[in-house]
């Protein structure tokens, strides 16, 4: 296993952050202290990465006291927060990204915000809960993986978290394909419960990419001076992700298509069923009606009725009830009730098969 270079940087000894990493020039990374705080967005070589917990109520202040965040980004970090954003102001980018929660048996479908600023110096980001990209960008760092500035940090992030939903991705679909095998095995109703959770996820799933993709979008639309070293790495940084979240964003795209299919064709095939029982139900009742009418008509408290005085009444009444069904049974099968596929089987043409077998008489 590789050891984590940054297990220290998890004691950062101030009330409300979680850790402190420094990168140097080459964007290595490894543990900060309290000073990397006291300077953050202060000239110096490499860069810091501060992490926040909101659920410490000392955080909120502790946020305050960072003088190199402008209002904008002090809001982003703190503020509640229910969509995706993000907003380029004053040299600083802040915002919000969602992302799925991470517990100790891995990534969760439930999600939550991460919230982030970035400067020419730090990226400061801060969250509620554990969260996939961020635990993955820490572990990545730990195992040496550079970064050369802020926003290279950022870029690996959020492919941490588009890879994330790359994965889930894979698994929905995969979902989608056992669905898939039990409706052409004539399933249908076991293929439920499996299409309704992965058409669930995928539209979730679906939502959270558009909302990534449009984020990111309106990051690449900066109009600031085109001559600025930090406007230009910020908009091939957003145009990177773009790229990497569209195909994404296609691929979700086809999904919901074939889940809307998969539907289709399952609420047809549940439809045949339910028709083939009513059909069932029908035959039956039509097969027992006249029996009914005789049973009814010897059931009448009348005067000279038939068969009163005979010792075998009650066999002819019985003989009388069969009849009837299997009179009413003629009927139907000389009218085509009995088989709904009949009228199908006779429009077949009879000299099909004699017409594809091929003519012997060369042989």
Known sequence: MTPDRLRDALDAGIPGCLWIIRFDAQGYASPGRFEDFDSLGKPREGFVWLHMDL???RTRPLIGRIEALSDSAREALRDPVDHQYLEYSEGLVSGALLDHERTLSGTVAHT?????AIGDSFLVTARRSPMSCVEATRNALGRG??????FALFEIMANALVDDMVRMTQEIGAAFDHAEDLIIDSRGRAARPFLGRARRDAVRLSRQVGGLVSTLARLEAIEDDPDEATDNALRETASRLVQHTESLAREMTSIQERARLLQDELNAILNLETNDRLFALTVVTILLLPATFVTGYFGMNT???LFTGNGNG????TIMCFAASALALVLMRWLGLTNPNE???ASRPHDAVRHSRPADHNL
């Open 145 to 150: 993986v550079a970064a050369a500035s802020p």
């Open 112 to 116: 939550n915000y991460v919230r982030f």
């Open 303 to 305: 005067d000279n009725l």
């Open 314 to 317: 009650t066999l002819y009444a």
């Open 55 to 57: 659920t410490d109520v």
């Open 343 to 345: 009228g199908e089987d």
